[in-house]
């Protein structure tokens, strides 16, 4: 190897000019979110029917953890959302599902009502595998399309459930490097 080749950019090598945006955010980079620094422990790809996909990041802030998720249809479309327990959205919606391979049209979580947008099956890749895991989601969305609900069926009785909101890239700072970059 020559001098020289020791300065060329591999491909996943990490320029410091450019992948300090949102979109290229990597497991171990820090940001800053709503008055706290926040890192990012995981990253997951999704695929939907049709050739859909988006991109979530898991962020922790001491004990607190939410997901933000970065999908592209006509527009770039960036939104936070944290775990709820599915129990939490009234005990009927998990077996409303197992009876009728749906949730109701219409499900109200803390005096908000929610109703059903989109559906559909996916795949999920975590971090950066080749070998996705099967879920089907249902997302649901407030009446000001500002507030949304997803529930996802990971099998034929294993469920999540998640509610969030529309953010805009701006709101994200101070993004750095982990360690180990």
Same mark, same amino acid.
């Given at each position: ?37 926040? %890192? ?128 805009? %890239? ?12």
């Amino acid at each position: 190897m020559s001098f020289f080749d020791r300065f060329k950019k591999q491909e996943d090598d990490f320029d410091p000019l450019a992948d300090l945006e949102l979109s290229k955010l990597r497991v171990g980079f820090f940001l800053d979110y709503d008055l706290k620094t926040w %890192e990012v422990k995981s990253y997951r790809r999704y695929e939907f029917d049709g050739g859909y996909e988006s991109e979530e990041w898991e962020l922790e802030s001491g004990r607190e953890k939410i997901y933000l998720e970065r999908a592209e249809d006509d527009d770039v479309e960036w939104s936070v959302s944290k775990k709820v327990p599915i129990g939490a959205l009234g005990g009927h919606i998990k077996k409303h599902i197992i009876d009728n391979e749906d949730p109701p049209a219409e499900i109200v979580y803390k005096d908000v009502t929610y109703y059903l947008d989109e559906s559909g099956p996916g795949l999920m890749y975590v971090d950066n595998s080749d070998e996705g895991r099967e879920f089907i989601v249902w997302d649901f969305v407030d009446e000001d399309d500002e507030k949304f609900l997803s529930i996802e069926q990971w099998g034929e009785t294993e469920f999540e459930a998640s509610s969030g909101f529309y953010v805009e %890239e701006y709101q994200f700072i101070n993004i750095l490097p982990g360690s180990d970059i």
